[in-house]
């Protein structure tokens, strides 16, 4: 069984308030199926390289609590671009949340 991965549209501009018509392009993370751990994992780890490109390009390293506001902000995104099903599959997967499972159910 062959998986298909959707992308998740992030725009960067819409979490940043960044005016740069470079930001407003956005960017694309693949999702697969989220109900198995390694593709779980595997979006998660997208998501992060994702937003370390972008933050990183836009804060140097000593600019701690932008750089910080920044990937949070992505990841938040990111996340919020799921749909519930997919976001509780990622927490489980990751978090092993037993409680965020049985709310799903």
Same mark, same amino acid.
């Given at each position: ?19 740069? /018509? ?14 198995? /751990?390694?593709?779980? +994992? ?10 370390? +490109? ?12 932008? +750089? ?7 990841? +938040? ?29």
């Amino acid at each position: 069984m062959r998986a298909t991965l959707t992308p998740v549209l992030l725009s960067a501009a819409a979490v940043l308030c960044l005016a740069a /018509p470079a930001v407003a392009a956005g960017f694309r993370v693949p999702v697969g199926d989220l109900t198995r /751990p390694d593709a779980a +994992r595997a979006f998660h780890h997208r998501l992060m390289l994702a937003a370390e +490109r972008f933050c990183g390009a836009r804060y140097s390293p000593v600019e701690l609590d932008g +750089r910080a506001t920044c990937l949070a902000a992505v990841r +938040r995104e990111g996340v919020e671009q799921l749909s519930e099903a997919q976001r509780q599959s990622l927490a489980r997967a990751l978090w092993r949340a037993p409680e965020l499972a049985s709310a799903a159910g």
